[in-house]
């Protein structure tokens, strides 16, 4: 539902943002953790721990990336303090 909310009002012009793959988001890890704790390139603030992946994870749940551990790990369901880090292709 946050996608397409942000998708219809069109956010910085573009209509075509999603949550990020697990390889995108295994792009951003980093070998060793910032000045912030995180396995995380230091431009990135620590208040997005870890995010939603567009993957699904079958029969059922959520894919998360963890920026804390440096791993990803899934829920049967939503997890409070989770983010949804959009992205575009370009």
């Known amino acids: 539902e ?5 998708n219809d009002a069109g956010l910085a012009g573009f209509h075509d943002w999603r949550l990020p793959t697990m390889e995108e ?4 890890l980093e ?8 396995y995380l390139h230091s431009a990135f ?5 870890f995010i939603f992946l567009a993957d699904a994870r079958i029969p059922g749940g ?4 963890d920026f804390k551990q440096g791993t990803v ?4 369901g939503t997890i409070p ?3 949804g880090r959009l992205c575009r292709s370009i």
């Open 2 to 6: 946050y996608v397409a909310g942000v």
């Open 31 to 38: 070998r060793k953790q910032n000045n912030k704790g995180l």
């Open 25 to 28: 988001a295994w792009s951003l």
């Open 45 to 49: 603030g620590k208040s997005q721990p």
């Open 81 to 83: 303090g989770g983010f």
């Open 62 to 65: 959520y894919w998360f990336m």
């Open 73 to 76: 790990f899934w829920a049967s």
